[in-house]
């Protein structure tokens, strides 16, 4: 079955340092991986995916992940962060077969950016 | 598009009431998906839809809890009768499905049950 860990469930930075949240995932199949965020009692957004073209993806808000095969990893990483990026992040896990599919989630990182 | 829209934003009923939150996909997305989510369980699939028929409603919690998609641009969760652990953020996805995997999410609703 699919899963995904998400390993760390607070990350605190200080702004304009960068930013690394890191996600394994385990998958019967050739996953597509995606990072969501939410922002304090809003809806989710997606930053990034992955969907077996380029192995490093890069998103929205200057944000990129890396899919590693070989370490079932698809880490979230930024050069620098900032305030704005204060928010709650989820690693997602789709697989599809015949003709369903779900999304699993991640139980969350939530980055807290120190000024 | 306007994107996915729930209604309403915010509910507050009372125990043993019944609750239907609704939700407008974005048009012609196959798939539709609920969500709950809470502190303590985190982001839970409840039930998802494939052109209107529900594939998969394993995570439904109990009984109480029903979902209809009657057409492609509309469907409710219902819970009947609520009780204060229902108390969570309901969120709405849908997906265009056909090579696309990604989901688009409504801005949820907040059901306080008390």
């Known amino acids: 079955a699919q899963s995904v860990t998400q390993l760390d469930s607070h990350v605190s930075v200080s702004e304009g340092t960068p930013v690394l949240l890191r996600c394994n995932y385990s998958?019967?199949?050739?996953?597509?991986l995606f990072w969501y965020v939410q922002h304090p009692n809003k809806g989710l957004q997606l930053l990034l995916k992955?969907?077996?073209?380029?192995?490093l993806v890069k998103g929205i808000n200057g944000f990129e992940a890396e899919f590693k095969k070989s370490e079932t990893s698809f880490h979230l990483t930024k050069p620098s962060a900032h305030m704005s990026d204060a928010a709650e992040y989820f690693c997602v896990v789709s697989d599809r077969w015949d003709s369903s599919y779900k999304l699993i989630f991640g139980s969350g990182t939530r980055l807290l950016v120190r000024p | 598009d306007a994107g996915v829209i729930q209604s309403p934003r915010h509910e507050v009923t009372e125990m043993g009431q019944e609750v239907t939150l609704r939700c407008k996909p974005i048009s012609g997305h196959d798939y539709l998906f609920w969500y709950r989510q809470t502190m303590m369980r985190g982001l839970e699939l409840l039930i998802y839809?494939?052109?209107?028929?529900?594939?998969?409603d394993s995570g439904m919690p109990e009984d109480r809890f029903s979902a209809k998609m009657p057409n492609a641009s509309f469907s409710t969760l219902k819970i009947q009768p609520s009780e204060p652990r229902d108390s969570a953020v309901y969120f709405c996805?849908?997906?265009?499905?056909?090579?696309?995997?990604?989901?688009?999410f409504g801005q949820g609703t907040r059901l306080t049950v008390v």
């Open positions: 996805a849908s997906s265009p499905g056909q090579g696309v995997a990604e989901a688009f």
């Open positions: 992955y969907t077996s073209a380029a192995t």
């Open positions: 839809f494939n052109n209107n028929v529900p594939i998969d």
């Open positions: 998958s019967s199949y050739s996953p597509s």
